[in-house]
């Protein structure tokens, strides 16, 4: 204490170096509670513009959901499978363009109050906000890349064998109310009412082998596809059959029947399987077999998307810096036309790279990351 107090350059040596450390700490401190702020209105922006996002672009399985359930051949659990694989075909758009709008959304807010303003006045620059942002889209990206690498063409693959369940590989779809079915070959369907496999006023006419017209007439019916997939099979009820000769004979047969088995055979058109296209294959599948420029491409293809969230977070700051419209909707706006030319320049990396380069693929990274630091210098 004696050796302190007698030396007086060494007291206020020490108060100013604890005045200048409790000047840092107090800053430091400051740039955390508004790190902190930042990151919930951020999330908060997240989450508004994933929801609008989703519903935009699940609008048209919506649609297909709803086509399916009015024609009534698929179940509850179908349906729920073909609306979640849609979800997850859509995330690798869905996710970079939200954090795309959300960094729009949050910097055009802070401009627009002064909130910049007086973080530049209290000694903070706008770059040190970004740091926990750059983080949360870094892990995001992360995630993406094995995302996009095995789930996402698992869930491309599963939509396509729905649709095509849908429209050729489940016949009982062929099947509508007040329509006649002529994809069959030699065999003509028509149906007044469909509830399910239950079929109401049922006519179907064909020849045999020996040039026979058919045709019955049923009040009601139910049908299904036979164990093999290679026919239809109708249990008619209430109705009656009426064969006419070949032509050039007079003989008609006409009987009544309460029962009816017929069974219709398929075109091989209904029983193929589908094969996955390179979009539809793991990274797995993709690097089997001899090399190839297009699983070459979807693999870059599939990197790049994974690293949108990372330069969307900057380039979405980097304007939100020089906007001041406060309005939610036009920053969701502006975030697709910004995301729509990002996708316009991968295409136009795309049409480049099949010239033998698929570093080309990644053109709008580059051309929006040097965009990001031509608008953070002006700021």
Known sequence: MA??????????????????????????????????????EFFVNLLFALVLLFFLF?????????????????????????????????????????????????FTRLTADREILVLLTGGIRPLRLLPWLLL????VSFGLFFFNQ???????????????????????SLLRER?????????????????????????????????????????????????????LEFDLKDGWLLVTAPAGKREITRMEFVRYRLRVPLPEQYQQKIQPRPMEMTRTQLRQGEPDLEKA??????HVFAFAPLIFVLIGSGLGLHLRHRNRGFHIGLGAMVGLSFFEIM??????????QTLWLWLPVFIFAAFSLLLWRQQ
């Open 347 to 356: 295409t136009l990396g795309e049409f480049l790279a099949h010239k033998g």
């Open 58 to 106: 699940s609008l048209e399985s919506l649609l297909r959901v709803i086509d399916l359930l009015i024609r009534g051949t698929f179940t509850g659990p179908v349906l729920l499978k073909f609306f979640m694989v849609t979800l997850g075909s859509i995330i690798p758009y869905v996710v970079p363009l939200a954090f795309l709008c959300a960094a729009i959304s949050l």
């Open 297 to 302: 491409l979807e693999l870059t293809r599939r």
């Open 136 to 139: 949360t889209s870094g892990l």
């Open 150 to 172: 095995y789930l996402l063409p698992r869930a491309r693959l599963g939509r396509r064998e729905i649709v095509h369940q849908a429209r050729s590989g489940n016949p009982l």
């Open 179 to 231: 329509m006649s079915v002529a994809t069959i070959p030699g065999f003509s369907i028509y149906v007044g009412q469909v509830k399910g496999r239950r079929l109401e006023k049922v006519v179907i006419s064909f020849e045999d082998a020996s040039k026979q017209l058919h045709l019955l007439q049923a009040s009601s019916a139910t049908a299904s596809v036979g164990r093999t997939g290679s026919y």
């Open 3 to 40: 050796l302190f107090y007698n030396n007086p350059g060494a007291r206020e040596k020490n108060l100013f170096v604890t005045a200048g450390d409790v000047f840092k700490s107090g800053r430091r401190q400051d740039e955390m509670l508004k790190s902190k702020y930042i990151v919930k």
